[in-house]
């Protein structure tokens, strides 16, 4: 059975930092592409950071670039999202997912597995 657990997140102030951490079990990590996607309150779910599997190659949305990164580590099995410089527009529950074939990272329905989400809220 395929988890995806998401753990770090919080409540912080504008600017400051979180590192979220997404732990997997139950498949063969390192053949995945991982991705991170949030969903606001009232908004659609939207893509924010994936890499490919190798973790050679990166992707985010502009509104994150600059201030996001998205890291992998195959022996941990777990993927992290840094986030600095945080505003209040970040606030959302952010979601890891994997995704076997890495086709179009960037896209939601792409992804084979889905983690529960972590809560992130920063206040102004």
């Known amino acids: 059975q395929v988890q995806l657990v998401e753990s770090g997140g919080g409540l912080v102030q504008a600017g400051g930092s979180l590192r979220l951490s997404c732990a997997a079990s139950?498949?063969?990590?390192?053949?995945?592409?991982m991705g991170w996607f949030r969903r606001a309150p009232g908004k659609e779910r939207e893509f924010v950071a994936a890499?490919?599997?190798?973790?050679?190659?990166?992707y985010y949305r502009d509104s994150v670039k600059g201030r996001f990164t998205i890291s992998r580590d195959n022996a941990k099995n777990t993927v992290y999202l840094q986030m600095n410089s945080l505003k209040p527009e970040d606030t959302a529950v952010y979601y890891c997912?994997?995704?076997?074939?890495?086709?179009?990272?960037?896209?939601?329905?792409?992804?084979?597995?889905w983690g529960q989400g972590t809560q992130v809220t920063v206040s102004s």
């Open positions: 139950g498949l063969t990590f390192s053949l995945y592409g």
């Open positions: 997912a994997a995704d076997r074939f890495g086709s179009n990272l960037q896209m939601a329905d792409a992804y084979d597995y």
């Open positions: 890499t490919t599997a190798s973790g050679v190659t990166s």
